[in-house]
């Protein structure tokens, strides 16, 4: 039997990076796609899912299927200049929002 598990990986505990972290606002530290569940400025103990579907804002030319970047708290289309990338459209963006699968 495997004695090195550690968890699941749905969740890991981070310092906040530069500019903070708001909770329920989808963000990529490094190259870690991430959701935070808390708030908190640069350096504060933030707990970040790191799977899941979330409703985000996101543009209006994203639909279903398709990968999404993120740029200031918001998904755009992959290969937005500035923008990093975080999951797949799950649905077309409506009312401003869209479904997205966190993707490592």
């Given amino acids: 039997m495997a004695t090195n598990y550690v968890s699941t990986g749905e ?4 310092p906040a990076p530069t500019g903070g972290s708001a909770a329920g606002v989808p963000q990529v530290i490094n190259d ?7 708030t908190g400025p640069k350096g504060t103990m933030i707990v970040y ?18 990968n999404a970047s993120v ?3 918001a998904l755009v289309p992959a290969g937005t200049a500035d923008s990093a990338p975080y999951g797949k459209l799950l649905a ?5 929002y869209a479904e997205v699968l966190i993707v490592q």
Avoid: C, E, F, I
Wanted: no cysteine.
């Fill in 11 to 14: 969740t890991t505990t981070l």
């Fill in 32 to 38: 870690l796609a991430v959701m935070p569940m808390g």
């Fill in 49 to 66: 899912r790191t799977s899941g579907n979330w409703s985000v804002p996101a543009d209006a030319a994203l639909k279903a299927g398709m």
């Fill in 71 to 73: 740029k200031a708290g």
């Fill in 92 to 96: 077309d963006t409506v009312g401003g």
